[in-house]
């Protein structure tokens, strides 16, 4: 049986291999890494009621930059540092600890569309997500909130049909072993 872990190559599905698994491992550590992408900077912005993190509008882009510095410090990740160097070792082979990684991914894909997914590649995003909210004026309960913004992120992705998008690409070969149809 083939281990999940060759079902991508670095950040990218292995569109070569993903139609022989049976078990599919999303590429981010957390599904709510999914709700924090670039990509939905858009949805957040225009949504029906704002979107906060930390009591300000949310700005992804700042929220990278937070979790890569807490990650260098993060104990969890410093006490098992060779599973993230190993996971990881695409990016830089030459770190020696989760801090000079940090430094590392923060200097060389700080200004690229990959930073977000390859910090979430090793940084949970539940704890961030967590501190999604809306303005006190918003008769909402965080949960619920939390709940219809969910909903419209899942809109959002199950429009997209970029093929190398990780769950695009996993739902489209689902559907192809189930049904033997590919879809386009």
Same mark, same amino acid.
């Given at each position: 049986?083939?281990?999940a872990?060759?079902?991508?190559?670095?950040?990218?599905?292995?569109?070569?291999?993903?139609?022989?698994?049976?078990?599919?491992?999303? #590429?981010?550590?957390?599904?709510?890494?999914?709700?924090?992408?670039?990509?939905?900077?858009?949805?957040?912005? #225009?949504?029906k009621?704002?979107?906060?993190?930390?009591?300000e509008?949310i700005?992804l882009?700042?929220?990278?930059?937070?979790?890569?510095?807490?990650?260098?410090?993060?104990q969890?990740?410093?006490?098992?540092?060779?599973?993230?160097?190993?996971?990881?070792?695409?990016?830089?082979?030459?770190?020696?600890?989760?801090?000079?990684?940090?430094?590392?991914?923060?200097s060389?894909?700080?200004?690229?569309i990959?930073?977000?997914?390859?910090?979430?590649l090793?940084?949970?995003?539940?704890?961030?997500?967590?501190?999604?909210?809306?303005?006190?004026?918003?008769?909402?309960?965080?949960?619920?909130?939390?709940e219809?913004l969910?909903?419209?992120?899942?809109?959002?992705?199950?429009?997209?049909?970029?093929?190398?998008?990780h769950?695009?690409?996993?739902?489209?070969?689902?559907?192809?072993?189930?049904?033997?149809?590919?879809?386009?």
């Open positions: 049986m083939r281990v872990g060759d079902l991508y190559d670095g950040l990218k599905i292995d569109h070569a291999t993903k139609d022989k698994h049976v078990i599919f491992v999303t #590429g981010l550590i957390h599904k709510e890494a999914y709700f924090l992408l670039p990509e939905l900077q858009v949805l957040f912005d #225009g949504y009621n704002p979107v906060l993190y930390e009591n509008k700005d882009h700042t929220l990278y930059d937070k979790v890569i510095s807490e990650s260098a410090a993060d969890d990740l410093n006490s098992n540092p060779d599973i993230i160097l190993n996971r990881l070792s695409f990016l830089n082979p030459n770190a020696s600890s989760v801090p000079d990684l940090c430094s590392s991914i923060k060389e894909y700080r200004n690229r990959e930073f977000s997914k390859i910090i979430f090793f940084r949970k995003a539940k704890p961030y997500w967590g501190n999604i909210h809306t303005d006190s004026t918003v008769s909402l309960s965080t949960e619920r909130f939390r219809q969910s909903l419209e992120i899942a809109k959002f992705y199950s429009k997209e049909n970029n093929n190398d998008f769950l695009t690409a996993i739902f489209k070969s689902i559907y192809k072993q189930a049904y033997g149809i590919e879809i386009e």
